[in-house]
């Protein structure tokens, strides 16, 4: 037996690593389900408006299997949708009122996310103490010193939540998205008739259209129900559709056009600070003439015009123009971002073991890569996480215009669109509550992007620099 696998054998019998696998492999399969729906989702999206994809028979075989795999927090174990038949609830949890079933379920799925949180520290403290080499590295100190930063734990927690919600979108609806948007004209829900004294049927469209919210004279507000016995959180939008169901799964466009775009980014901002870094010279003077004449560029004028100039393109229809999206933010956005590591990377490309690399031999490439990325990374997770809240804005801001993701599929900043007419009626929440969730999420991206500076370099005193700058996004 070789002395790798050894290690991993007294890894694994070791007492606190093996309850700790234990637990992680319990939460996996009690949610395993949510994930694959999570990811499923969205690659069925993504092929969904590939040209010469039958996606119809495709997407419902697909959803269909990943329903069948048995899941605890999900909406067929607590259901919230039923209706009262004169005596009680029929169809929900336990009886329950829809209201109380649903906070119950939402609250175990976050209950459910913070314990995996949880998990995740755990084991890494069991790594550090039990199972590592050294007793101390760098990074140690790095950990320690964002565990205590306020600021930065505030914004984890507000990033972990949005992603939360992500993740769990279709749980955490209080209706599924089939009948709240896709299909609504295709099904059927039953309710109490407070005239006749007996239960009803009614299409889900037909409830819809009878419970809009379009101000003083018709209004479902949060935490109200309709004329159907149906629980809405954040109340109805103007065309009568659930508006907290429209949220959960617009935050699942946002990250991941936010993700897409920014991770594009990072790579071409990295790639080209590496390579100017280590040759300098002309090459440095051409990047730095064409990031200043990308910069230079008023941005959200350039993200209109190749929003509009793409528009009829195939690829405006890959993720209902999602990935158009990342692609424009991407080649945009990166200049900040290569700015921002430029000077690290011309720092690092000084240090002596980069020439000692150049005199055994190694390739350009892989001094790059081996011995000068590590070393940007940091900053690399900085900028990323501050401008992936840039990247929302943008996002919401050319929703708003019209110009963003395409109708129907839900985004914060097309409702944000619908309920404009109606802020200073008593409909209020269809704008306000998505420009709240907004602002509080790019709070949180910009807080966990301080944090880690503060934590990667305890000497800065800036909020961020160029990118922090560029925060706003379009």
Do not use: C
């Amino acid at each position: 037996m070789s002395v790798r696998t050894e290690n991993v054998v007294e890894t694994l019998t070791d007492g606190r690593t093996a309850v700790w696998a234990a637990v992680g492999a319990l939460l996996f399969v009690l949610q395993v389900g949510a994930l694959a729906n999570f990811v499923v989702s969205i690659l069925a999206d993504a092929l969904l408006a590939l040209p010469g994809v039958d996606s119809v028979g495709f997407l419902t075989a697909v959803e269909n299997a990943v329903r069948s795999i048995p899941t605890l927090l999900s909406r067929e174990t607590i259901p919230n949708e039923g209706y009262y038949n004169g005596s009680g609830y029929e169809g929900t949890f336990l009886g329950l009122a829809p209201a109380m079933a649903w906070a119950l379920r939402v609250a175990l799925v976050y209950l459910y996310a913070f314990v995996t949180l949880g998990w995740v520290v755990w084991g890494l403290r069991i790594y550090r103490q039990e199972h590592r080499a050294a007793d101390w590295t760098p990074r140690d100190d790095m950990f320690d010193r964002f565990r205590g930063h306020k600021w930065g734990i505030f914004g984890l927690l507000i990033v972990f939540m949005f992603v939360t919600m992500a993740v769990f979108a279709p749980a955490l609806g209080p209706t599924t998205v089939d009948q709240n948007m896709r299909n609504s004209y295709g099904h059927e829900i039953s309710y109490w008739d407070s005239e006749s004294g007996s239960v009803e049927e009614i299409v889900v469209g037909q409830a819809n259209v009878n419970s809009l919210s379009v101000g003083n004279n018709q209004n479902i507000g949060p935490w109200t129900y309709d004329d159907y016995g149906r629980f809405h959180p954040f109340g109805t939008m103007q065309n009568g559709r659930d508006l907290f169901t429209f949220l959960a799964v617009g935050s699942r466009i946002s990250l991941v056009i936010g993700v897409l775009s920014v991770a594009l980014s990072a790579s071409i901002a990295a790639s080209l600070a590496l390579t100017s870094a280590y040759y300098k010279g002309r090459i440095d003077l051409g990047m730095v003439l064409v990031s200043d004449a990308v910069m230079a560029m008023p941005q959200l004028l350039l993200l209109i015009m190749l929003t509009t100039v793409l528009r009829e393109t195939w690829i405006s229809d890959v993720y209902s123009g999602g990935f158009l999206l990342a692609l424009i933010f991407a080649f945009t956005g990166w200049t900040y971002m290569w700015r921002s590591i430029r000077g690290p990377a011309l720092q690092i490309a000084e240090r002596e073991w980069i020439d000692a690399a150049r005199s055994f031999g190694q390739t350009p490439i892989t001094i790059m890569r081996k011995h000068m990325l590590p070393y940007v990374t940091g900053y690399l997770l900085i900028y990323g996480s501050m401008t992936l809240g840039g990247a929302i804005i943008s996002i919401a801001g050319l929703s708003y215009l019209g110009l963003g993701v395409q109708p129907p599929t839900p985004e914060w900043g097309r409702a944000i669109n619908l309920g404009q007419d109606y802020v200073r009626t008593g409909s209020w929440h269809i704008s306000l509550i998505p420009g709240i969730l907004i602002t509080l999420v790019v709070t949180g991206f910009n807080a966990l992007g301080d944090g880690i500076r503060d934590a990667i370099d305890p000497q800065s005193d800036s909020a961020g620099g160029e990118t922090a700058g560029a925060g706003g996004g379009a």
